[in-house]
Structure formats: C-alpha cells, structure tokens
C-alpha cells in the first residue's frame, strides 16, 4: 500500500511526500501547497474529480499511481511544455524499469504500452507579473491495475494497465522512481540534450496518419506526423502539403 514513509525511503533526494486516501485531485492539493514555498509529492489511492488535458475528466479509481508534485522553477511559462515532455520520458523510463514493459510517448502527455495508454500527464504553472513561473505543478496518473469495475465504456478500447497483481510495494517504487528520474532532468535546468533525442525516438506518432482537432473552433483536420522539434512541438504535414508545428492540440491516430 502507497505510504509516505515507504516512498521516501526510496527516494534519491529529500522531497516532502503526502499521501492521502482520497483527493478531488491532486494537481488541486498541490495548490493548496504552493505557499510553502518548497518541493512538495502529492499522493492519492483515488480521485473523484481527475483532470486530464482540455478540461477533460480523467478516470481515477482505486489501483491506480495518482500523485502531484509541486516545483518551483525559476523560469518563464514556456518551461511548462519542456517539463511535460521531460516527465514523459522519465515516466516512460520508471515504467520499463520497475514493469519491464516497453513504452511509447502519445504527443504531448500520454504514456503507451502495445497500444493501450497507461498514464497521462498534466502540468500546470501559475505566472507571476513579471511572466515568470510562481510554481508549476506536475500531475501524472498511471493504471497500476485494471479497475474493478472496468474502464468506462468511452475509453475501454484504448486503456490499459501495467499489472494484473501487483507486486509487493511495486506502488510504493514507481511513484519514487518516477520521481527520481524526473529529478534528474530537472536538476539539470531541463537540459533537452539529455531526454529531447529520447522523447522523439519513443513517439507512437511518427510517420503516422493523424487527425488534429483544434483547441479553437474545434477544426478537425487531416495530417501526417513528421516529427518533433526542438521546442517540443509536434510538426505535422496537411493534406495540401503545408506544415505545421503544434503547439497545442489534440491529435488521434486515424483508424485505418
């Protein structure tokens, strides 16, 4: 079972840990937090309001790895898209160490093992005045175990989980694992020579046929993935030729 104690004792550097039973969400509690002024994890065996990315919900049950960590980066809000990416793959790399799964990135935030997402990642930052970052939360949600009462029927076809027991403290290891390796990256000052080579070599979008839906009017369109640049962004080739580099969005592999 996920303890404050039991993560700490496997985590690399001192970080304050909470645990609770459960949250309206985590990324919620990690703003309650902030004015801490200090690196804080934030854990939750369930939440009954998650949020995913575009205001979507995000189905957290019991067996599930739900946890928050509130940060302090002395940057500006651009560093929000370098830490999602950053996470992705030291999730990516905790998963592979502590499951012995491979991993797939779905641009921008979604963790994927044989075609079933797993995990899905929210930042948020808060700016101050002077458009830097007050604090910016990293939340990450990971199918540890199928839900009891199975994924809902809108997700179904496209979820999936790491286990079908869980290992003894298994819970306890990824959530500091995922922490550590996430640490590394951020310690450096988000370095992307250390994980930008990586990230792109574990896209499940590449050279695939998408459909992008616009944030704004809802526009759906045709593309190709092409590639990932060096600001994160996944660039996209439309049925007239042109090219685009997204910053935002969704994208779907289109059914064939």
């Known amino acids: 079972m996920l303890t404050a104690e039991k993560i700490s004792k496997y985590l690399t550097e001192p970080i304050t840990v909470s645990v609770f039973e459960t ?3 985590t990324n919620r509690t990690a703003r309650e937090f902030a004015a801490g002024k200090r690196e ?3 854990i939750a065996r369930s939440q009954s309001g ?3 990315r ?3 919900s995000f189905f957290s049950p019991n067996g599930g790895l739900y946890m928050s960590l509130l940060l302090y980066p002395q940057s500006d809000i ?3 898209s370098l830490i999602t990416s950053a996470a992705a793959v030291a999730v990516s790399r905790a998963i592979e160490c502590v499951a012995d799964v491979k991993c797939e990135i779905k641009w921008v935030n979604d963790i994927y093992i044989e075609g079933k997402k797993v995990c899905g990642i929210l930042t948020e930052g808060q700016m101050r005045s002077d458009g830097m970052l007050d604090y910016a939360i990293l939340g990450i949600g990971v199918n540890l175990l199928p839900p009891t009462c199975g994924f809902p029927e809108d997700i179904a076809s496209r979820a999936g989980s790491l286990f079908d027991e869980l290992p003894t403290d298994t819970d306890n ?3 500091a694992t995922i922490v550590n390796e996430f640490m590394l990256l951020y310690r450096s000052g988000l370095d992307k020579e250390l994980f930008l080579d990586e990230y792109r070599s574990r896209s499940c979008l590449i050279g695939r046929e998408i459909d992008v839906m616009r944030i704004v009017g809802g526009e759906m369109k045709s593309a190709v993935a092409v590639g990932i640049d ?3 962004r996944l660039v996209v080739r439309y049925d007239d030729g042109t090219t685009e580099a997204l910053e935002s969005g969704d994208v779907t592999i289109r059914a064939t």
Do not use: P, Y
Request: hydrophobic share 40%; aromatic share 0%.
């Open 50 to 52: 998650g949020r995913g």
């Open 230 to 232: 060096d600001n994160c």
């Open 78 to 80: 651009t560093d929000v």
């Open 173 to 175: 290891i990824l959530a």
């Open 40 to 42: 804080h994890l934030i």
């Open 54 to 56: 575009l205001g979507r």
């Open 23 to 25: 949250l309206e969400s």
